[in-house]
């Protein structure tokens, strides 16, 4: 399967690029985003691409934004990515990228859990509680909770890591009605979510979304949407608490980072065998097969 790693726009300005997706302007009032075949662990961007991962990503994006759009507005508009750049470039952004709204992004992560896992777990064991969100004790690995919770993270700049905080950090940088409304939301978001995956045998332990807004303060979700880089997907099949389940998103590839003890989780990044990376892509478009049914073809 062919990959892209970073594109080669030249008919738009560039106006960044992230850990996985390279923007660029349309316009003043929208943006080309392409989803790339970059990979990042520990906020760490791989060397090496994963084929195909980008378009994954992207169809994934889409088809929760459409069987969420009831819930809240996204920043799709519709508009063919080939349309807007040359014809030698159609190829860069088929099946891998959107016109999306030029927004105001708001630069904090809203992170809802519905299992206990990953950094959260860490907290709990530390203090009994995430992003101050205290949870009953005796709770193990992977564990249901009785409801999700909502726990906010700090945006940081590209390479550093993103930073939990509380609900009323969250309030102090952007206010209390957004952060509510944004909360409400999230929550919203996940339970819809969550009850869907579960009939197609995937358990959504968490997930994080990012929002931004208009000219007029509306607000709209937008990047990605549940995808398998925005979450933690497990089998359901084969999921038990007391242990990290196996899943269907990037966890391979941090746990296979893990066993590394010479890499401190800082760039550069080591470098990847061929079996993690083939088993990493696989698990990518089993995720998108479960989820929609659909089978990605080269």
Known sequence: ??????????????LGRGKVRDNYAVGDDKILIVT?????????VMNEPIPGKGRVLNRMSDFWFEKLAGIVPNHLTGIAPETVVSANEAAQVKERAVVAKRLTPI???AVVRGYIIGSGWKDYQAGGAICGV???KGLRQADKLAEPIFTPAAKAEMGEHDENISFAEMENRIGKELAGKIRDISIRLYKAAADYAATRGIIIADTKFEFGLDEQGALYLMDEVLTADSSRFWPADSYAPGMSPPSFDKQFIRDYLETLTDWKKTAPAPALPVD???KTGAK??????RLTGENLKD
């Open 1 to 14: 399967m062919t990959s892209l790693y970073q594109s080669t726009i030249t008919s738009l300005p560039l």
């Open 36 to 44: 790339t075949d970059r990979l990042s662990a520990f906020d760490v």
């Open 107 to 109: 630069l904090v992560e």
């Open 134 to 136: 205290a949870l009953p």
């Open 276 to 278: 993690v990376i083939e």
């Open 284 to 289: 990518y478009r089993e995720a998108l097969t």
